[in-house]
T-cell receptor, first 113, second 113 residues
C-alpha cells in the first residue's frame, strides 16, 4: 500500500491567500484525522472524520479553517484567508475501525508570509 | 493543565545504555496508550501501544503503565544512534470511542556514540 498521501508537501503563500491541503487515506481505512504541529503547541488534532462524516471539529482554530471529506479516498483542509500564525506542518492520518494504529502521512509544510 | 505531559528533554543517553521516558496523563479512565517516534522533518510513526491491563515488550522497547500514578513509560534498551528522535506519548481518552488521541509535546532523545 502507498500509505497516506498528502499534497502539496510544501506550500509557501502570502497572508490573505487561500490554502488547500489534500489527503488520501490508506485504502479501506474508515477514520481520517487532520493534525497541526508547531514547536510551540506540539501536535494538535484539528478535526476527524469517520466514514466521511465529521465527528469532532472542536480543534479547528477558527472559522478560517474548514475541512471536507467528499468520499472515502479524499479529504481537504482549507484555510481562507491564511495568516502567518497558520505556518506549521499539517499532518493527515488514517485508521481502520477496530484497530488502534493511526498511520500518518508525510505532512504538508505550510509557510504563510 | 495539559491532558498529556512529557519532559521535553533533550534526554542524552550514551550508546548501549537504557533510555527511560515518562508521560503523565490526566484522564483516569484512559484505556490505551501509545508511543510514537518522530525523526526530525518526518512524520510520527507508531512504536508500540498498550492497553490499561498490561505492559508490553517489543524487541528493545518496553512500555509500562502505572495506573495509580497515571503515567506511562517507555524504556529503550541498548540505545543506538538511530534511536535519536522525538518520542511522542499519546492517550486515547475514555470518553472517545473513535480513536481520538491526545498527544504530549514529546521528549527529544539524543543517543551519543
Amino acid at each position: 500500500d502507498a500509505g497516506v498521501i498528502q499534497s502539496p508537501r510544501h506550500e509557501v503563500t502570502e497572508m490573505g491567500q487561500e490554502v488547500t491541503l489534500r489527503c488520501k487515506p490508506i485504502s479501506g481505512h474508515n477514520s481520517l484525522f487532520w493534525y497541526r504541529q508547531t514547536m510551540m503547541r506540539g501536535l494538535e488534532l484539528l478535526i476527524y472524520f469517520n466514514n466521511n462524516v465529521p465527528i469532532d471539529d472542536s480543534g479547528m482554530p477558527e472559522d478560517r479553517f474548514s475541512a471536507k471529506m467528499p468520499n472515502a479516498s479524499f479529504s481537504t483542509l482549507k484555510i481562507q484567508p491564511s495568516e502567518p500564525r497558520d505556518s506549521a506542518v499539517y499532518f493527515c492520518a488514517s485508521r481502520l475501525d477496530g484497530q488502534e494504529t493511526q498511520y500518518f502521512g508525510p505532512g504538508t509544510r505550510l509557510l504563510v508570509l | 493543565q495539559k491532558e498529556v505531559e512529557q519532559n521535553s528533554g533533550p534526554l542524552s543517553v550514551p550508546e548501549g545504555a537504557i533510555a527511560s521516558l515518562n508521560c503523565t496523563y490526566s484522564d483516569r479512565g484512559s484505556q490505551s496508550f501509545f508511543w510514537y517516534r518522530q525523526y526530525s522533518g518526518k512524520s510520527p510513526e507508531l512504536i508500540m501501544f498498550i492497553y490499561s491491563n498490561g505492559d508490553k515488550e517489543d524487541g528493545r522497547f518496553t512500555a509500562q503503565l502505572n495506573k495509580a500514578s497515571q503515567y506511562v513509560s517507555l524504556l529503550i534498551r541498548d540505545s543506538q544512534p538511530s534511536d535519536s528522535a522525538t518520542y511522542l506519548c499519546a492517550v486515547n481518552l475514555e470518553t472517545d470511542s473513535w480513536g481520538k488521541l491526545q498527544f504530549g509535546a514529546g521528549t527529544q532523545v539524543v543517543v551519543t556514540p
